[in-house]
């Protein structure tokens, strides 16, 4: 398995179309940075759930799964499930992330996820970050859109196993939901895992990765 690593990362931005999203997909990852670089500044933005119990949710999760870290979260009110529609107001608002942050690593969902609000926010990162190493999360659902990722950070097991502890404990608004539980979270996990020769892991796709092999 090839390895690269990112180098120093002092600023990173994840993004997400629900809360909930960006710990869903990259809960793991934060966990692993934040620990392994405190202090290290978080710009999160999440598009809708604004004003509602889900934002409440959304505050103590990140501030859970980002230890040590300067976390700034913005959460919008743009309705669920209709971004298409709400295209202007969510350019603007992934607009006015980028007029305040250069990260050395962006967090975002897949290009090519099955649900609208994702695949939409996901097309609009790369507007907006046009020089940066982008990871596109994936969330696992009904619609069974997972692909072959071609990015994975390894999660040791007290990682993946907190991650799964954190989303049972701070959102307790999606317990109803069928495929939200422990068996699906560390199940996509250990497949990932399987995948880059490591227990566990979170997947990733890239879409562009400039390489700098010569220093």
Do not use: N
């Not at 809360?19 to 598009?47: E, M, Q, S, W, Y």
């Not at 069974?144 to 950070?153: F, N, S």
């Not at 502890?165 to 109803?176: K, N, V």
């Amino acid at each position: 398995m090839i390895r690269l690593g990112a180098g120093r990362l002092d600023r990173l931005v994840a993004v997400g179309a629900h809360c909930d999203d960006i710990a869903i997909g990259a809960g793991g990852t934060l966990l692993t940075l934040c620990l392994a670089r405190p202090g290290i500044r978080v710009d999160a933005l999440v598009l809708s759930g604004g004003g509602t119990e889900r934002e409440q949710e959304e505050q103590a999760a990140l501030a859970a799964f980002c230890p040590g870290a300067d976390l700034r979260l913005t959460v919008h009110k743009l309705p669920d499930g209709r971004l298409p529609a709400h295209w202007e107001e969510a350019k603007a608002a992934v607009e006015e992330l980028r007029a305040g942050a250069e990260p050395d690593l962006v967090l975002a969902p897949r290009t090519d996820d099955a649900h609208q609000d994702h695949r939409g926010l996901a097309k609009l990162i790369p507007t907006a970050f046009r020089d940066h190493l982008v990871l596109g999360y994936e969330i696992v659902k009904w619609d069974g859109d997972l692909g072959r990722p071609a990015a994975y950070q390894p999660l040791p097991p007290e990682i993946a196993e907190q991650k799964v502890r954190l989303l049972q404990e701070h959102y307790p608004s999606q317990r109803h939901r069928p495929w939200y539980d422990r068996e699906a979270f560390l199940g996509l996990a250990r497949i990932r895992g399987i995948e880059c020769h490591e227990r566990y892991a979170e997947a990733f796709a890239v879409t562009k990765l400039t390489l700098d092999l010569g220093e």
